[in-house]
């Protein structure tokens, strides 16, 4: 028989999109302020994939990753997402959000990022939040899976890299 064990902590990542970088900066002094400080960071890129975020956030989306120094009891997740949501709202404009921040975790295993949406393929973790499997790692490569976003397998190379770290202590 198997014994309950409490899983080891994870390496906090978030997603900011954004149109505005004067924007972001100021909405990751809050994030730094809540969470402590990033020790890895992805290039911005363009966010091109979809022009789902388009009509409520303008045009010519840029997007970043970050990972932070500390590191997040995985159970906290849904906590972390109302914090992101509610920070979304104090940067939103007439109800059109002017940054989009998605929270997750990383494990020497596995990718995971939060979301307020039930799919099929998401777990319900509590607080009206799920955890959406992104990619597992294998080896030094990942696992992609049909509904793993396009922008998160661009940046596979950060999330490696962000591992190594976490595993590296």
């Known amino acids: ?36 400080k990033t020790d890895f960071e992805s290039k911005v890129f363009d966010f091109s994939f979809t022009d789902y975020y388009n009509q409520e956030m303008g045009q010519n989306l840029k997007k970043i990753f970050l990972g932070f120094e500390k590191l997040i009891c995985i159970s906290k997740l849904p906590e972390i997402k109302i914090f992101s949501n509610k920070l979304e709202k104090q940067f939103s404009e007439e109800k059109n959000r002017k940054i989009n921040i998605d929270p997750g975790y990383l494990t020497k295993e596995k990718l995971i990022v939060a979301s307020c949406k039930s799919r099929p393929h998401r777990i319900y973790l509590g607080k009206g939040v799920y955890a959406h499997l992104m990619f597992i790692f294998k080896r030094d490569d990942v696992i992609k899976f049909k ?22 202590g």
């Open 147 to 168: 509904w793993t976003y396009a922008d998160y397998i661009q940046e596979k190379e950060f999330f490696l890299k962000l591992r190594t770290k976490l595993l590296q």
């Open 1 to 36: 028989m198997a014994v309950p064990t409490l899983p080891p902590k994870a390496k906090l990542v978030i997603g900011v999109m954004f149109s505005e970088t004067d924007i972001f900066l100021d909405c990751k002094k809050y994030l730094v302020k809540k969470f402590g």
